[in-house]
């Protein structure tokens, strides 16, 4: 079972929506990924407003910064 992550990014992000659709087809297959919007709480904004989106793994705190395409997903979450 793929370990939970999730993505930070914000409403209006173009790129935030492509990565999103990079992440679906492997939702899709029981990858559980939660959308955490960076502008609440501010603090998240500090940390990610110039590097979003970025999936984390809830498990082990490791971060994957855009861009990445389904593969390096993949790697990233073995």
């Known amino acids: 079972m793929p370990p939970e992550c999730q993505l930070f990014g914000t409403l209006g992000c173009h790129l935030c929506e492509v990565a999103e659709k990079v992440?679906?087809?492997l939702v899709e297959h029981g990858l559980m990924v939660e959308l955490i919007d960076i502008t609440d709480p501010e603090d998240l904004t500090d940390a990610y407003g110039l590097r979003i989106p970025v999936l984390r793994r809830v498990d082990?705190?490791?971060e994957l910064d855009w861009p990445f395409d389904a593969d390096q997903v993949?790697?990233?979450l073995r």
Do not use: C, N, R, S
């Open 23 to 25: 992440l679906m087809p």
């Open 60 to 62: 082990t705190g490791a």
């Open 74 to 76: 993949v790697a990233f």
